[in-house]
């Protein structure tokens, strides 16, 4: 059975609104919320953190955080590398060796060589992007083979980049384990985001 992760974007929402959407993909059956908000200092990301790790308990979903490691840490949350903490952490492992006895860690996969060095820190590769997207204009998506060329690191791989209500089981038939959305799940229509949970016990 593939999981649904939903990038909860905080700078697509805000206030009481943003924490409705995540309330609501709670409820749609989506199993883990991704918390990322670039435009936050690390104070203000932690309150917001613990807000959204509440609903996320409530629900017995899986919260995880993005770019703040150590908030990570004080929530007992897993957590998600960006590129440039990956540079950082293939260095000083030993800081995800330890957190790793009680927490996941998803770290990117943009080609072989960054899925190499993730795969010696991480448990879950973060394959992107997959179909084309807004997010990365002009730049050439990397197709559903690169999810089968990462089986090799014999990890978890996610689906991220382009994925929407249409074209998520092409995903999941290459070999994806989990599917990732954001745009879909920040501004999409909640009964796209019920029926592919639904979709979660069929044969794909």
Request: glycine residues 6%.
């Amino acid at each position: 059975m593939f999981k649904i992760l939903c990038v909860a974007d905080f700078e697509s929402y805000g206030g009481d609104d943003f924490l409705k959407r995540i309330q609501l993909l709670c409820k749609a059956g989506v199993d883990e919320i991704l918390l990322r908000a670039k435009g936050l200092d690390e104070a203000q990301f932690y309150d917001l953190a613990r807000v959204v790790a509440q609903i996320c308990e409530n629900y017995r979903k899986k919260f995880i955080i993005n770019q703040f490691f150590d908030v990570a840490c004080k929530l007992n949350s897993d957590f998600w590398l960006t590129s440039v903490q990956l540079d950082f952490f293939k260095n000083h492992t030993v800081f995800l060796k330890e957190f790793r006895k009680t927490a996941k860690i998803y770290a990117p996969a943009h080609d072989l060589e960054q899925a190499k060095i993730s795969a010696t820190i991480a448990d879950v590769l973060v394959a992107s992007h997959i179909f084309t997207t807004s997010c990365k204009a002009g730049l050439e998506p990397k197709g559903l083979n690169f999810i089968s060329e990462l089986k090799s690191f014999d990890k978890e791989i996610y689906a991220l980049g382009g994925l929407d209500n249409k074209n998520y089981k092409e995903a999941i038939k290459a070999g994806a384990n989990g599917i990732c959305f954001m745009s879909l799940a920040m501004n999409g229509d909640m009964e796209h985001i019920k029926k592919i949970a639904k979709s979660k016990n069929e044969q794909i």
